[in-house]
């Protein structure tokens, strides 16, 4: 088990100057670690992260699940209004169909 009191005399031993060093490299790969993801990502483009073989019972596949659900009934409703939904719970969602040929019932 380590002691508290050996990691403590550890960094007192280290200069002012490395620490501030290595707060920088901790805190520059973080920041390159965030930014890693896809910035041009398509946020229309959810139903290839959404197809389920059956549904999950438990855990995270589950509230998965469910968003995919949600996304799917956003969807439904954007393609029958025929423009971009922005209530109901649905923010940015815009048909797949373009609004000339939504049939009107």
């Known amino acids: 088990m380590l002691a508290m009191s050996d990691v403590s005399s550890v960094f007192h031993r280290i200069s002012p100057s490395l620490q501030l060093v290595a707060l920088g490299l901790v805190a520059g790969l973080s920041f390159g670690i965030s930014t890693a993801v896809p910035a041009a ?14 549904v999950p019972n438990s855990g995270p596949g589950e509230m998965q699940h469910q968003f995919c659900q949600r996304l799917y009934d956003c969807q439904q409703m954007a393609d029958s209004a025929g423009h971009t939904i922005f209530g109901a719970g649905c923010f940015w969602v815009p048909p797949r169909v373009p609004a000339s040929s939504v049939r009107k019932h």
Not at 41 to 54: E, L, R, S, Y
């Open 41 to 54: 990502a398509d946020p229309a483009n959810w139903p290839p992260g959404c197809q389920f073989k059956t």
